[in-house]
């Protein structure tokens, strides 16, 4: 996915956000927005490249200015905590109710991590909307083609959402005989996964393995990544991908039938990529 003008206004408004996050130190602040800026100017002059790869620049620009490694360690922590809580209260009935799950765990994105109960009513609210794109039946269809020793990639994307996606890969497990390859980012960037996350959950004996990115990215950046996941991922049965991240950052691999997007459409320019109205629950095979 290109870069639209939208996402360079999303870019410096994260860089605002996490910055504040990352310390209360007013000057360091200011130079990190300042000098995110800079960037987003420089990333301009072509938008040719994904905005998982300008989102991914800005962030580090805040970590390395205001010498947080992490800003968001704390919300993250808190992320897996409300989720667990709320999956021991959500009954789950067979594999169709569980993708769905796994999407509406997006909510955890952008919610509010007061309290368990908000968070529960953003996930029913979620699920009752449905899907604006449901090709579930598709992706079953794929998996069963699949099964008997086969591979997939699952590409994680939030913190407390691999806690929906942990469901979601036990179903898939106990319906198929498939070796499931968890992906997570190489390091904290934002809310997304890290093999930490996966660890703090127990999550890594529900897979037969986990694999990182190499690097802190928004995404999974193929030109950035280790060459061994990107020969894993090519050679791979099929893929699931998470969430916005992910989706703008792979679409080299659409276009064969391999991929199973699961996301939330949570702003215009992913929703005129699909096609949908903004705020829409999609699964989608490209």
């Not at 769905?100 to 952008?110: K, M, Q, R, T």
């Amino acid at each position: 996915m290109r870069t639209h003008p939208y996402c360079l206004y999303c870019a410096f408004r994260q860089a605002v956000k996490a910055s504040s996050i990352a310390t209360s130190d007013s000057a360091r602040r200011l130079g990190a927005v300042l000098l995110s800026l800079l960037e987003i100017a420089k990333f301009s002059r072509t938008m040719d490249e994904p905005p998982a790869k300008l989102g991914t620049k800005v962030h580090e620009i805040v970590k390395l200015v205001t010498e947080n490694p992490d800003p968001y360690e704390k919300v993250k922590e808190k992320s897996n905590e409300l989720a667990r809580e709320v999956a021991r209260s959500i009954e789950v009935n067979g594999l169709m109710d569980a993708i769905e799950l796994s999407i509406a765990g997006n909510v955890i994105d952008y919610v509010s991590l007061s309290v368990n109960t908000e968070l529960k009513r953003r996930i029913f609210d979620a699920m009752s909307q449905g899907l604006f794109i449901d090709e579930r039946n598709k992706l079953i269809d794929k998996l069963e083609r699949i099964n008997q020793n086969g591979e997939i990639i699952y590409l994680a994307d939030n913190a407390g959402e691999i806690v929906f996606d942990e469901i979601l890969i036990d179903f898939i497990k106990e319906e198929f005989d498939l070796r499931v390859i968890l992906v997570v980012r190489g390091g904290p960037l934002v809310n997304d996964a890290t093999l930490k996350d996966v660890e703090e959950i127990g999550m890594i004996s529900k897979v037969d393995e986990v694999i990182t990115t190499g690097k802190a990215m928004s995404g999974v950046l193929l030109d950035e990544v280790p060459s061994d996941l990107v020969k894993r991922i090519w050679k791979s049965d099929f893929i699931i991908s998470k969430g916005q991240g992910n989706f703008e950052s792979i679409e080299p691999l659409f276009g064969r039938g391999k991929v199973a997007l699961l996301l939330r459409a949570k702003c215009s320019p992913v929703a005129r990529e699909l096609g949908v109205p903004l705020g829409s629950n999609v699964v989608k095979i490209v």
